[in-house]
């Protein structure tokens, strides 16, 4: 049973990224998913948004609102962050957590993102 997130990098103010998470071992449709990130010098993690386990519904996090999108795809057990107009304060480790809320039953190992012109 696991959660291994994918699609990080360094990349410059403003340009779009996609993060990956593919889970492993268990009904991943049968879960509210949500993204995390733990920002460097932040001792808590910033939950930035969950999705609904149908996929109809979403929630986001003030600080992401109308710059990102969560999404999934049941029969590919995948979810997916989709990143628009990063800032350097979107620097962290991205990190997926099966649940709409901590504590989460599981979570992945993370991807890192690093925003810098």
């Known amino acids: 049973v696991q959660l291994v997130e994918s699609g990080g990098g360094s990349v410059q103010p403003g340009t779009p990224l996609t993060l990956s998470c593919v889970a492993f071992?268990?009904?991943?449709?049968?879960?509210?998913m949500s993204w995390v990130r733990q920002q460097p010098g932040v001792q808590d993690p910033e939950w930035i948004a969950?999705?609904?386990?149908?996929?109809?519904?979403?929630i986001y996090a003030n600080s992401v609102k109308g710059r990102f999108t969560i999404y999934r795809d049941n029969p590919k057990n995948t979810l997916y962050l989709q990143m628009n107009n990063l800032t350097s304060e979107d620097t962290a480790n991205y990190y997926c957590?099966?649940?709409?809320?901590?504590?989460?039953?599981?979570r992945g190992q993370g991807t890192q993102v690093t925003v810098s012109a």
């Open positions: 071992g268990f009904p991943f449709e049968n879960y509210y």
């Open positions: 969950a999705i609904w386990n149908d996929g109809r519904h979403t």
């Open positions: 957590a099966r649940g709409r809320a901590p504590p989460y039953s599981l």
